[in-house]
């Protein structure tokens, strides 16, 4: 199954590039070679740890006071 974050960046992109042509406007991407593939890596990169944080639950979570105002009220409400 294909994500559909993957699709909707795909299709975003090329309709960028379609109006970019259309309108007769510099396209808003690297004019070389090198600079498509630091594009690229950067946007896989993202994918890639987006991917492994997604399936892997935080380890030290319980360490954390996080930012849920409900557990922080029942502990106030305690005696």
């Known amino acids: ?17 379609a109006v970019c042509q259309l309108v007769h406007i510099p396209v808003p991407s690297p004019p070389v070679l090198t600079g498509a ?3 690229f890596m ?7 740890v987006d991917r492994y944080l997604a399936r892997h639950p935080a ?3 319980h360490l954390s006071g996080g930012h849920d105002i409900r557990r922080a ?7």
């Open 42 to 48: 950067m946007s896989f990169g993202y994918w890639l």
């Open 1 to 17: 199954m294909v994500n559909i974050k993957v699709l909707a960046g795909l299709a975003l992109s090329f309709f960028v590039g």
């Open 59 to 61: 380890q030290h979570k």
């Open 73 to 79: 009220a029942r502990r106030e409400s305690q005696p």
């Open 37 to 39: 593939l630091l594009v």
